[in-house]
């Protein structure tokens, strides 16, 4: 599903990471650690497309990634793609149903609205339910955070690529929501690359592999 080889990226002139290579395959939940400023979040933002790397490729579902243009990539990126950002990009105007709803009315779906049972349904697996008509401004940051995993799983992708989703969440709170990630891997078959600190959220995974400066090597 995802294929990094010999990814380069520096901004400006200072370097941030080389030779880093990663597969994760179809239901497969892969977790990434590494310390900070080592350049997790800009491995996934390479990965999703949304920054450039310097050298390397990059395969995601069979497509090369560099080799389409941004439209190429934004397209690819909409229908293959659940991302969950460290910052939660959650759009402030709109309610925490219609951002939740969002991934489906960019694919075109008919169930695309917020009061749609699928989007319902991922409010109340990540312990949100009844909150749909709230306003991003009216949630806790853990509530935010939640959201912002409901929105990267509600169009079941096959790749997700979760930026340290639990960073903000009590111990509970935090196996709910990796419950539901793991659901996603392991019944509908997405393959996961989860950025985390927390030993719990690692030790749900099939696979743990460091970031370093000159690569990945397994932790
Ligand atoms: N847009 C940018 N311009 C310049 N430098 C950047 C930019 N984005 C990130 N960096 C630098 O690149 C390095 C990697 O940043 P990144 O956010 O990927 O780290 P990280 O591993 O995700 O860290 P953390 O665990 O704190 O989230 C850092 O040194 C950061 O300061
Ligand atoms: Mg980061």
């Avoid at 977790?31 to 490729?57: Q, W």
């Avoid at 609205?113 to 008509?133: I, Q």
Wanted: one cysteine or more.
């Amino acid at each position: 599903m995802l294929c990094v080889r010999l990814l380069r990226k520096s901004f400006g002139d200072t370097p941030v990471f080389h030779d880093v290579s990663l597969d994760v395959a179809r239901g497969e939940f892969v977790a990434l650690i590494g310390e900070s400023g080592v350049g997790k979040s800009t491995l996934l933002n390479c990965i999703a497309g949304l920054e450039l790397p310097d050298g390397g490729t990059l395969a995601l579902a069979g497509h090369d990634l560099l080799a389409l243009d941004e439209g190429g990539r934004a397209r690819l990126r909409r229908g293959t793609l659940g991302f969950v950002f460290q910052a939660f990009h959650v759009l402030p105007h709109l309610s925490v149903a219609e951002n939740v709803a969002l991934p489906l009315l960019l694919l075109g779906r008919p169930d695309a609205r917020p009061d749609a049972p699928r989007v319902t349904e991922v409010l109340d697996a990540v312990g949100l339910r009844g909150l749909g008509a709230r306003l991003p401004a009216q949630l806790s940051g853990g509530q935010l955070q939640r959201v912002a995993i409901a929105r990267a799983v509600v169009h079941a992708p096959a790749l997700i690529l979760a930026d340290e989703p639990t960073g903000n969440l009590d111990p509970d709170t935090a196996a709910r929501v990796l419950a539901v990630l793991d659901a996603q891997v392991r019944g509908n078959g997405a393959a996961c690359l989860l950025v985390t600190h927390s030993e719990a959220a690692a030790r749900r995974a099939d696979r743990v592999l460091r970031l370093t400066a000159a690569g990945v090597v397994p932790a």
